[in-house]
Protein backbone atom coordinates (compact mmCIF):
# COMPACT_ATOMS: atom_id res chain seq x y z
CA UNK A 1 0.00 0.00 0.00
CA UNK A 2 1.14 3.37 -1.04
CA UNK A 3 2.35 5.46 2.05
CA UNK A 4 2.73 9.22 1.85
CA UNK A 5 4.21 10.79 5.40
CA UNK A 6 4.41 14.22 6.21
CA UNK A 7 6.87 14.75 9.35
CA UNK A 8 4.72 16.86 11.22
CA UNK A 9 0.84 16.27 12.33
CA UNK A 10 0.57 20.31 13.95
CA UNK A 11 3.02 23.12 13.51
CA UNK A 12 2.90 26.14 15.15
CA UNK A 13 5.64 29.03 13.85
CA UNK A 14 5.79 32.99 14.27
CA UNK A 15 5.82 35.19 11.76
CA UNK A 16 8.87 35.88 9.51
CA UNK A 17 10.08 32.61 10.77
CA UNK A 18 10.92 30.11 7.90
CA UNK A 19 9.19 27.01 7.91
CA UNK A 20 9.56 23.71 6.60
CA UNK A 21 7.40 20.95 5.36
CA UNK A 22 8.60 17.58 4.40
CA UNK A 23 6.88 14.95 2.67
CA UNK A 24 8.21 11.14 1.97
CA UNK A 25 6.86 8.61 -0.11
CA UNK A 26 7.88 4.90 -0.27
CA UNK A 27 6.10 3.83 -3.85
CA UNK A 28 8.80 5.42 -6.29
CA UNK A 29 6.65 7.77 -7.91
CA UNK A 30 7.85 10.26 -9.93
CA UNK A 31 5.23 13.16 -9.28
CA UNK A 32 4.69 14.77 -6.10
CA UNK A 33 2.85 17.73 -4.85
CA UNK A 34 1.67 19.73 -2.39
CA UNK A 35 -1.89 21.40 -1.44
CA UNK A 36 -3.27 23.66 0.91
CA UNK A 37 -6.53 22.92 2.21
CA UNK A 38 -9.16 25.58 3.01
CA UNK A 39 -12.85 25.45 4.13
CA UNK A 40 -14.43 27.01 1.21
CA UNK A 41 -12.04 27.00 -0.78
CA UNK A 42 -11.17 23.40 -1.39
CA UNK A 43 -7.37 21.93 -2.49
CA UNK A 44 -5.29 24.54 -4.54
CA UNK A 45 -1.90 22.76 -5.64
CA UNK A 46 0.96 25.42 -4.58
CA UNK A 47 3.89 23.32 -6.23
CA UNK A 48 4.39 20.00 -8.14
CA UNK A 49 7.45 17.58 -9.29
CA UNK A 50 8.02 15.47 -12.05
CA UNK A 51 11.32 13.99 -11.18
CA UNK A 52 13.98 15.04 -8.72
CA UNK A 53 15.37 18.48 -8.97
CA UNK A 54 12.05 19.70 -10.87
CA UNK A 55 9.53 21.44 -10.00
CA UNK A 56 6.72 23.61 -11.47
CA UNK A 57 4.49 26.13 -10.17
CA UNK A 58 0.93 25.48 -9.57
CA UNK A 59 -2.08 28.18 -8.64
CA UNK A 60 -0.93 29.60 -5.71
CA UNK A 61 3.07 29.49 -5.45
CA UNK A 62 3.82 32.81 -3.77
CA UNK A 63 5.29 32.60 -0.28
CA UNK A 64 6.64 29.54 -0.88
CA UNK A 65 9.43 27.46 -2.45
CA UNK A 66 10.19 23.57 -3.03
CA UNK A 67 12.79 21.15 -2.76
CA UNK A 68 13.35 17.85 -4.56
CA UNK A 69 16.70 16.59 -4.01
CA UNK A 70 15.58 12.71 -3.77
CA UNK A 71 13.26 11.04 -5.74
CA UNK A 72 11.04 10.27 -2.56
CA UNK A 73 11.14 13.66 -0.67
CA UNK A 74 9.84 16.93 -1.33
CA UNK A 75 9.71 19.62 0.88
CA UNK A 76 7.89 22.84 1.39
CA UNK A 77 9.38 25.92 2.09
CA UNK A 78 7.42 29.16 3.62
CA UNK A 79 10.13 31.75 3.27
CA UNK A 80 9.10 34.31 5.73
CA UNK A 81 5.91 32.84 7.12
CA UNK A 82 3.21 35.06 7.08
CA UNK A 83 -0.46 34.63 9.26
CA UNK A 84 -2.37 34.19 6.22
CA UNK A 85 -0.33 30.95 5.74
CA UNK A 86 -2.21 29.23 8.58
CA UNK A 87 -3.84 26.40 6.92
CA UNK A 88 -3.86 22.39 6.67
CA UNK A 89 -0.82 21.26 4.11
CA UNK A 90 -1.37 17.80 1.92
CA UNK A 91 1.29 16.05 0.16
CA UNK A 92 0.65 13.53 -2.50
CA UNK A 93 2.61 11.54 -5.12
CA UNK A 94 1.49 9.58 -7.94
CA UNK A 95 2.90 7.52 -10.72
CA UNK A 96 3.82 8.85 -14.06
CA UNK A 97 1.44 6.03 -15.61
CA UNK A 98 -1.25 8.60 -17.36
CA UNK A 99 -4.01 9.54 -14.63
CA UNK A 100 -3.24 7.49 -11.60
CA UNK A 101 -4.62 8.56 -8.59
CA UNK A 102 -3.00 11.00 -6.41
CA UNK A 103 -2.64 9.07 -2.27
CA UNK A 104 -2.33 12.03 0.11
CA UNK A 105 -0.88 12.40 3.21
CA UNK A 106 -2.42 13.18 6.78
CA UNK A 107 -2.09 16.51 6.57
CA UNK A 108 0.10 19.33 8.60
CA UNK A 109 -1.84 21.81 10.33
CA UNK A 110 0.25 24.67 10.49
CA UNK A 111 -0.66 28.02 12.35
CA UNK A 112 1.31 31.14 12.09
CA UNK A 113 0.95 33.27 15.22
CA UNK B 1 -10.02 27.69 -18.47
CA UNK B 2 -10.67 24.34 -16.27
CA UNK B 3 -12.54 24.35 -13.34
CA UNK B 4 -14.34 22.01 -11.53
CA UNK B 5 -17.57 23.41 -9.65
CA UNK B 6 -19.76 21.31 -6.98
CA UNK B 7 -22.34 24.04 -6.27
CA UNK B 8 -23.49 22.87 -2.63
CA UNK B 9 -21.18 23.52 0.30
CA UNK B 10 -23.02 20.91 2.63
CA UNK B 11 -25.41 18.53 1.62
CA UNK B 12 -27.39 17.06 5.22
CA UNK B 13 -29.99 14.00 4.50
CA UNK B 14 -31.35 11.10 6.73
CA UNK B 15 -30.20 7.62 6.90
CA UNK B 16 -31.62 5.60 3.66
CA UNK B 17 -32.33 8.62 1.75
CA UNK B 18 -31.01 8.75 -1.80
CA UNK B 19 -27.86 11.15 -1.88
CA UNK B 20 -26.97 13.09 -5.23
CA UNK B 21 -23.79 15.54 -4.84
CA UNK B 22 -22.68 17.91 -7.64
CA UNK B 23 -20.11 18.06 -9.79
CA UNK B 24 -19.61 19.86 -13.00
CA UNK B 25 -16.88 20.95 -15.04
CA UNK B 26 -15.39 23.18 -17.78
CA UNK B 27 -13.00 21.54 -19.79
CA UNK B 28 -12.50 21.90 -23.36
CA UNK B 29 -10.69 17.88 -24.10
CA UNK B 30 -11.66 14.45 -23.40
CA UNK B 31 -11.24 14.95 -19.10
CA UNK B 32 -10.43 12.70 -16.58
CA UNK B 33 -12.91 12.80 -13.59
CA UNK B 34 -12.66 11.73 -10.02
CA UNK B 35 -13.95 11.89 -6.72
CA UNK B 36 -12.01 11.60 -3.63
CA UNK B 37 -13.56 11.76 -0.21
CA UNK B 38 -11.96 12.49 3.44
CA UNK B 39 -13.54 10.96 6.73
CA UNK B 40 -13.32 12.99 9.56
CA UNK B 41 -9.35 12.68 11.01
CA UNK B 42 -8.45 10.40 8.04
CA UNK B 43 -6.40 11.23 4.82
CA UNK B 44 -7.71 12.27 1.49
CA UNK B 45 -8.36 9.20 -0.35
CA UNK B 46 -9.56 8.20 -4.04
CA UNK B 47 -13.59 6.80 -3.89
CA UNK B 48 -13.95 6.20 -7.45
CA UNK B 49 -12.45 7.37 -11.19
CA UNK B 50 -15.23 7.48 -14.13
CA UNK B 51 -13.02 5.61 -16.01
CA UNK B 52 -13.54 2.39 -13.92
CA UNK B 53 -17.08 2.64 -14.18
CA UNK B 54 -17.68 0.85 -11.58
CA UNK B 55 -19.31 1.05 -7.89
CA UNK B 56 -17.58 2.01 -4.45
CA UNK B 57 -19.28 1.68 -1.08
CA UNK B 58 -22.52 2.07 -3.42
CA UNK B 59 -21.31 4.99 -4.96
CA UNK B 60 -21.54 5.69 -8.38
CA UNK B 61 -21.09 8.29 -10.96
CA UNK B 62 -21.88 8.77 -14.81
CA UNK B 63 -19.72 11.11 -17.11
CA UNK B 64 -22.11 13.65 -18.71
CA UNK B 65 -19.93 15.07 -21.39
CA UNK B 66 -23.23 16.64 -22.77
CA UNK B 67 -23.76 18.27 -19.57
CA UNK B 68 -20.28 18.28 -18.26
CA UNK B 69 -21.46 16.82 -14.92
CA UNK B 70 -19.81 13.91 -13.45
CA UNK B 71 -22.58 13.92 -10.32
CA UNK B 72 -21.68 11.29 -7.60
CA UNK B 73 -25.02 9.35 -6.63
CA UNK B 74 -26.13 6.59 -3.63
CA UNK B 75 -29.07 5.34 -3.34
CA UNK B 76 -29.67 4.52 0.22
CA UNK B 77 -27.24 6.83 2.38
CA UNK B 78 -25.48 5.06 5.59
CA UNK B 79 -24.19 7.10 8.51
CA UNK B 80 -20.66 6.10 7.75
CA UNK B 81 -21.00 7.84 4.83
CA UNK B 82 -20.90 11.10 6.22
CA UNK B 83 -17.53 12.89 5.41
CA UNK B 84 -16.04 16.02 3.18
CA UNK B 85 -16.47 14.78 -1.11
CA UNK B 86 -14.41 16.51 -3.47
CA UNK B 87 -14.58 16.33 -7.13
CA UNK B 88 -11.44 16.34 -8.95
CA UNK B 89 -10.47 16.56 -12.92
CA UNK B 90 -7.42 15.74 -14.57
CA UNK B 91 -7.06 16.95 -18.17
CA UNK B 92 -3.78 19.67 -18.08
CA UNK B 93 -3.10 20.15 -21.59
CA UNK B 94 0.62 19.98 -20.50
CA UNK B 95 0.26 16.79 -18.17
CA UNK B 96 -2.37 14.79 -17.05
CA UNK B 97 -1.34 14.17 -13.78
CA UNK B 98 -2.15 17.44 -12.12
CA UNK B 99 -5.65 17.69 -10.52
CA UNK B 100 -7.84 20.58 -10.03
CA UNK B 101 -9.83 20.10 -7.14
CA UNK B 102 -13.79 21.68 -6.59
CA UNK B 103 -14.38 22.81 -3.74
CA UNK B 104 -16.09 20.09 -1.91
CA UNK B 105 -19.00 19.23 -0.71
CA UNK B 106 -19.90 17.75 3.28
CA UNK B 107 -22.46 14.92 3.57
CA UNK B 108 -24.07 15.06 6.92
CA UNK B 109 -26.41 11.40 7.47
CA UNK B 110 -28.45 11.41 10.05
CA UNK B 111 -29.94 8.48 11.70
Known amino acids: DVKVTQSSRYLVKRTGEKVFLECVQDMDHENMFWYRQDPGLGLRLIYFSYDVKMKEKGDIPEGYSVSREKKERFSLILESASTNQTSMYLCASSSRVSNQPQHFGDGTRLSIL | AQRVTQPEKLLSVFKGAPVELKCNYS??????LFWYVQYSRQRLQLLLR??SRESIKGFTADLNKGETSFHLKKPFAQEEDSAMYYC?????????????FGTGTRLQVFP
Open chain 2, 88 to 100: ALSGHPKNTDKLI
Open chain 2, 50 to 51: HI
Open chain 2, 27 to 32: YSGSPE
